[in-house]
């Protein structure tokens, strides 16, 4: 590898985003770049089950454990259910007893009150919900 390679790049600046107006916003979207690993992780995975499944919206929830649990928007004549509570569904089924944190990919300006009230049941009222458009720019993080 070249020693010399790489010298005349300039570091390129995160894109500056102005606020998102949600009556349930907790940080800005300067603050995106502070996300924890693992939570981007959660988005980024929520947005790829969105995309291979093309469907409305894509979900992740972490575990206590750390485990995810990926789940995509089930909209069958005979079941209709977001993405978010699927894979809320999900980690129940398959033994979590907490959540540390949830991500939707989506286009709506913010989870449901359904939504929000599944995460609350399993990780209780401070789990973060963090909202990502389609792109997987975080949005706003919710209260469960």
Do not use: F, W
């Amino acid at each position: 590898m070249c020693p010399e390679a790489g010298r005349d790049r300039l570091p390129v600046p995160p894109p500056a985003s102005p606020p998102v107006n949600a009556p349930h916003m907790l940080i800005r979207m300067s603050e995106a770049a502070q996300l924890d690993p693992e939570d981007r992780k959660i988005i980024t995975l929520a947005r790829s089950v969105r995309a291979r499944n093309s469907v409305a919206e894509g979900a992740a929830v972490r575990d206590e454990t750390g485990r995810t649990y990926v789940a995509g928007t089930v909209a069958l004549d005979s079941l209709k259910l977001s993405a978010l509570r699927t894979a809320v569904a999900m980690a129940v089924a398959s033994g979590a007893t907490s959540l540390e944190a949830a991500a939707v990919v989506t286009e709506a300006e913010s989870a449901s009150d359904e939504d929000r009230a599944a995460v609350r049941d399993l990780g209780g009222a401070g789990t973060p919900v963090l909202l990502a458009g389609l792109d997987g720019t975080l949005r706003a993080t919710l209260p469960a």
